[in-house]
C-alpha cells in the first residue's frame, strides 16, 4: 500500500516514533489563541497514513540527494 512513511513527502523526523510530518504543501500558519503569536506546522501524520497524492520515496533514492537538493538543482535548470 502507498503509505506515508514511503512517501517522499513524508519528514519521518518529527520526533514520536511512528509518525512523522508531512511536507506535500506549505506549513499551515496557526495564531495561539493563548498570545496571539503565530507559528507554522506542518501535518502530522502516522506512518501507515496515505493520502490521494503520494509520491515514491523510489525517485528521492534514483537520483542520489534530498528534497531540498532537487528542489535547488530544480531551480538551477530553469
Known sequence: MKSCDSC???DGAA?????GKCRLYPPQV???PTN???HTLWPLV???DW???W???AQKRAVGFGVNSWVEK???RG
Not at 15 to 19: A, E, I, M, S
Open 8 to 10: 517522499i513527502s513524508f
Open 15 to 19: 520526533g514520536h516514533k511512528g509518525l
Open 30 to 32: 496557526v495564531i495561539s
Open 36 to 38: 496571539g503569536q503565530t
Open 46 to 48: 502516522a506512518e501507515a
Open 51 to 53: 493520502c490521494g497524492e
Open 55 to 57: 509520491e515514491g520515496s
Open 74 to 76: 530544480s531551480l538551477d
